[in-house]
């Protein structure tokens, strides 16, 4: 079981941006699981991968491809608060899932 995390490497986010952009997409993709997946997923060690997406449309493309393989995920939108326009998608969180499952959506993505 994993968690993989697509953050887009074209908006020039500050560290902590992107890293409170990760944090928002991870806890809502294990929201959306189920509660079997959830435990265990917590029980294996909440094992997460960040990948990097290099545009929006990158980014809808994957949250496409786990929404059509009824992956549990999570799209995030930025409130525009500090260094992004509202609304601006930022990342997305693919599982927990089998690792094989969420390979499927994600494997073909580099490190973050």
Known sequence: MKQAIVARAD????EGKLAAQVAHASLQAYEE???????????????KIVL????EADLFEINEQADVEGL????IRDAGHTQLDPGTAT??????ASDRAVDAVTGDLALY
């Open 91 to 96: 990342a997305v969180a693919v599982g927990p």
């Open 72 to 75: 549990p995920h999570a799209l």
């Open 11 to 14: 908006l020039g986010m500050g």
């Open 52 to 55: 990097r997406a290099d545009s």
């Open 33 to 47: 699981a189920d509660g079997a997946a959830q435990r265990e997923w917590k029980g294996d060690g909440q094992k």
